[in-house]
């Protein structure tokens, strides 16, 4: 087995509305991510995705609260370290987020070199700008970025050549985990391609040394990520290889997912498709017992107790009272 990069053990962390309402967005969650690998998360809107993305970083502000859990960076837990040193220390350098939409987000009164300067110079103020600068131009072109991005403003930049820029940014601290959240899905296939291509080379490179992807289109995923995990109304409830995942998913809820593929990728075109009934449940009350019941179609009354983890082998993680003869069963007899 290979060095684990990111552990995250049992991390549960929630919403508290100003209603004082609490919404359970990320529920005992945990995996790993080995040195190399990229992680895929999927699910739903509102599943909890971006949440557990945020919760990675183990810096908490209202209205998100840490629960429980742990989360271990390359051997160091930073769930125990005061928010300060994980705002100084981590943040950046050790993981780094980009989150969904952020090339939007972009500060359009400010050049590219100038957002670099106020990122470099939150962890070293001391920074001088002829050294960030040619830092940001070695780093830019590593990452086959043209240097003259540096001078331009965000809106002198194609959508695509935003999106890798604000890759480019959010490496330039070197951290070892890097979540991309929807780093394509705004895009056009030719600038998702481009985007795609940067993330794997930042892998292969050991520009990072583990990457966690979330988008909703699964082909995708299928294509980029070594594991898959699939998210339900704020749990893990399958965690695969790619493989497994996508081609002989277990939880009911993984295969109607699965089965709602819409691209007709290589590959993935035989999966017949089908819609899930149903929307999922309210996150501030969700059941007590497993939370997809209510859509799954081989629920029954046992149903009602919180499913078990379980592990049938191959790495692979699911969440429900059946065992994996009994659901292979039911899906041979479907067939
Ligand atoms: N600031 C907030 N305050 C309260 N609840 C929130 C807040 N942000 C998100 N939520 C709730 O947390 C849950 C998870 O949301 P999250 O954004 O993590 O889902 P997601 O899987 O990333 O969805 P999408 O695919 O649409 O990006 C949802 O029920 C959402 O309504
Ligand atoms: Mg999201």
């Known amino acids: 087995m290979s060095k684990v990069i990111l552990e995250v053990k049992d991390l549960t962390t929630k919403y ?84 969904q939409a952020a090339m939007n987000a972009l500060n359009p009164t400010r050049r590219i070199i100038n957002l670099i300067e106020d990122v470099v110079r939150a962890h070293d103020p001391t920074a001088k700008k002829q050294e960030i600068y040619q830092m940001a131009r070695e780093s830019f072109e590593v990452l086959g970025l043209p240097a003259e991005v540096l001078q331009k403003y965000p809106v002198e930049l194609s959508g695509g050549m935003k999106q890798r820029t604000v890759i480019a940014i959010s490496v330039i601290l070197g951290p070892k985990v890097l979540i991309a959240d929807e ?28 990457m966690i992807f979330i988008t909703h289109e699964l082909p995708l995923l299928y294509n980029v990520t070594d594991e ?12 695969a290889s790619a493989d497994h ?10 295969k109607g997912l699965m089965g709602s593929i819409i691209v007709p990728e290589a590959g993935l075109r035989d999966v017949k498709l089908t819609a899930i009934p149903g929307v999922p449940p309210n996150l501030k009350k969700p059941p007590a017992g497993c939370r997809f019941a209510e859509r799954c179609k081989y629920a029954r009354l046992e149903c009602n107790v919180s499913p078990p983890l379980r592990t049938p082998g191959h790495g692979r993680t699911y969440r429900c009272i059946l065992s994996e003869e009994e659901l292979r069963g039911i899906y041979e007899h479907e067939r």
């Not at 394509?184 to 292969?204: G, P, Y």
């Open 228 to 239: 898959i995990m699939v998210m339900y109304a704020g749990q893990l409830v399958e965690l």
């Open 183 to 210: 780093p394509s899905s705004a895009l056009d296939v030719t600038s998702q391609k481009m985007v795609i291509k940067m993330l794997r080379n930042l892998m292969e490179m050991g520009y990072i040394k583990a």
């Open 16 to 99: 508290i509305t100003r209603f004082r309402e609490d919404v359970y967005a990320v529920d005992h969650v945990s995996f790993k991510v080995e040195e190399g690998k990229s992680l895929g998360i999927a699910g739903e809107s509102g599943c909890g995705k971006s949440t557990l993305a945020l919760s990675l970083m183990g810096y908490y502000f209202p209205p998100l609260h840490y629960t429980s859990g742990e989360i271990i960076i390359d051997g160091r837990t930073i769930t125990n370290m005061a928010p300060d040193d994980v705002r100084k220390s981590i943040l950046g350098k050790e993981i780094a987020y980009i989150p």
């Open 245 to 254: 995942a996508v081609f002989d998913p277990l939880h009911p809820y993984s």
